[in-house]
């Protein structure tokens, strides 16, 4: 890692907050240091060992909420909340309270809304009971973020790493709150997400849902599937995936790519090199997740400086541990 290298990167970040953002993951990198990270909860930046000691609620006992305990198992976390009456009064890795139960006795609370389908719904029942706390939710700002860009007119958005079709979901509905039209093309290597995002959106006729991964080149690469989050390429991976280059999926493609989002645990700085092209002919906006590998925190923004000098970096970061931190970038063309 050189000198000028992160000076290059830091004189191109756009605001004050990612600056912030950038140092803290930059301080993680080098030295695992949990400590050295942050979230975000309701627009302020939060050191969860630090600023958060008590009174904190997941609502949703799912296997969304599960996953966030196990993700942050320096926060004391009070219990679940959940509307699923056959739940309520259980022990699961934390007990599980009623919805009512919640706001008859827990004032001043923090809760995290674990449900990326019924996010919107949860988040308005809080509201409507007169809850007063904060509450946590990154679903559907993740990528999207208002902060940091709107969209064009004719958005065509590469959604690499499809997963279950949500991230597409949130692209036309943040194309739908500015009455602006698009399409989609999605990359899932997993077979079986592969298949869950043919279900989530068949309602949709200008999407494409394609059973790859994105690389730097065509080839047949082994890859580890795991349940739920987190298959990836692995040279000791018990499957095998096919792989393409994006510059070469959109070969014959007329209209010009917009915007790209790619979360491909790890793969991220080889299929960036596989659009290169693509990036510098079109220099879409991108949303680049660089969490994966201790080095994306540097390696990614410097290689798409390399494609485009006058990038323009944002960074936002959507958990409560190391997980989730995103690189916008966006060209004064698409401002």
């Not at 000076?7 to 950038?22: A, V």
């Not at 000098?309 to 690189?327: A, C």
Request: net charge negative; aromatic share 14%; glycine share 6%.
């Amino acid at each position: 890692m050189e000198k000028f290298c992160l000076k290059n990167i830091y004189s191109h970040l756009g605001d004050e907050r990612s600056r912030f953002l950038f140092e803290k993951r930059l301080c993680y990198s080098l030295t695992n240091d949990l400590s050295r990270m942050v979230y975000t909860i309701n627009n302020r930046l939060i050191n969860p060992l630090h600023d958060i000691k008590e009174n904190l609620f997941i609502f949703g006992a799912g296997a969304c909420g599960h996953s966030i305990v196990n993700a942050s198992p320096e926060i004391h976390w009070r219990a679940f909340i959940d509307n699923d009456v056959t739940k309520i009064g259980k022990q699961d890795i934390l007990p599980i309270i009623s919805f009512q139960e919640f706001i008859e006795t827990s004032k001043n609370a923090v809760v995290l809304i674990s449900s990326s389908l019924y996010c919107d719904e949860m988040k308005q029942q809080l509201i409507d009971n007169g809850f007063s706390g904060d509450f946590i939710t990154f679903w559907g700002t993740q990528y999207f973020d208002r902060a940091y860009f709107k969209p064009q007119k004719n958005e065509f958005f590469i959604d690499a790493g499809g997963f279950d079709g949500l991230s597409t979901k949130c692209f036309f509905k943040w194309l739908l709150d500015y009455k602006i039209d698009g399409k989609s093309v999605v990359f899932e290597p997993n077979p079986i997400l592969y298949d869950e995002c043919k279900k989530k959106l068949k309602d949709y006729d200008n999407v494409k849902i394609v059973n790859k991964g994105l690389w730097h080149k065509k080839e047949m690469l082994k890859f580890r599937k795991v349940e739920g989050e987190g298959s990836h390429i692995d040279p000791e991976g018990e499957e095998i995936i096919e792989v393409t280059s994006l510059d070469e999926y959109l070969k014959y493609e007329k209209e010009p790519v917009t915007f790209i989002k790619m979360d491909i645990e790890g793969a991220e700085l080889n299929a960036l090199k596989g659009a290169e092209q693509t990036i510098k002919k079109y220099k879409p906006k991108l949303a680049i997740c660089i969490y994966h590998k201790p080095e994306d925190v540097w390696e990614i923004p410097n290689l798409l400086l390399e494609f485009v000098p006058d990038y323009q970096f944002y960074i936002g970061h959507y958990s409560l541990g190391n997980t989730e931190t995103v690189l916008y970038a966006l060209h004064n063309k698409n401002a």
